[in-house]
Every structure is written in structure tokens, then in C-alpha cells.
């Protein structure tokens, strides 16, 4: 039993558009993309920080544009990237619902696991 304390919890948000037929949605790395846009004001260099060719950085920003039916990024050609107002807007509730959830597991697995 004392093993269980050496154990922690993972949670898994995604956002996702019901009503889309493609299987896209916004979850952690696509989160951690567009923070990466956020924090160094560019695609190229978001994509570069994850060990990631831009053109897959690219491909994976257009597949959950459309399918959540937002733009996530202003494309300012060499001059960099920056977040959409709703692209932030994602992105913030994104990352407080993930914090709120990941405290919350935390506390339900101690709880549980007494």
C-alpha cells in the first residue's frame, strides 16, 4: 500500500467540435504550440522549442482551425505569428481547466488512496 504514494495523476483535456467529422481537437500539443507562439511570437520558433519540422507545426494548426471552426493564428509572413483574440481566449481556458483538473485528480487519488 505504501507504493501508492509514489504514484501521481494524469490528466488529458482536449476540446473538441461535435459537430465536426474530422477527429482534430485542441489538447496538449496543440496547447503547448500556440504557448509557444504566444511566449516567442512566431510558428518557426514554437515548432523548433518541440523538436517539431514547421511544416507539421503548420499542418496540425490548419486541421484544428478547421475542425474547431477558429482561427488560431495571425500569420504575419516573416514577421512572425501571433494568437487570434480567441485563439488566447482557448488558450487561457484551456490551461486553467487543465490546472483546476490536475489539482483536483491530485486531491481525489490522495483521498483515495489513504
Known amino acids: 500500500m505504501g507504493q501508492l504514494k509514489n504514484l501521481s495523476t494524469t490528466v488529458r483535456l482536449t476540446v473538441a467540435n461535435p459537430s465536426s467529422e474530422n477527429k482534430s481537437a485542441f489538447g496538449p500539443g496543440i496547447a503547448k ?26 499542418r496540425i494548426i490548419k486541421d484544428t482551425e478547421e475542425t474547431l471552426d477558429v482561427q488560431l ?19 487561457d481556458a484551456y490551461l486553467a481547466i487543465e490546472e483546476h483538473l490536475s489539482a483536483e485528480a491530485d486531491r481525489l487519488f490522495e483521498e483515495m488512496t489513504r
Open 33 to 58: 504550440l500556440c504557448l509557444g507562439v504566444r511566449e516567442m511570437g512566431s510558428l518557426n520558433a514554437a515548432a523548433k522549442g518541440m523538436r517539431m519540422a514547421y511544416s507539421k507545426a503548420w
Open 73 to 91: 493564428l495571425l500569420r504575419d509572413g516573416a514577421h512572425g505569428s501571433t494568437l487570434t483574440e480567441d485563439g488566447n481566449r482557448l488558450l
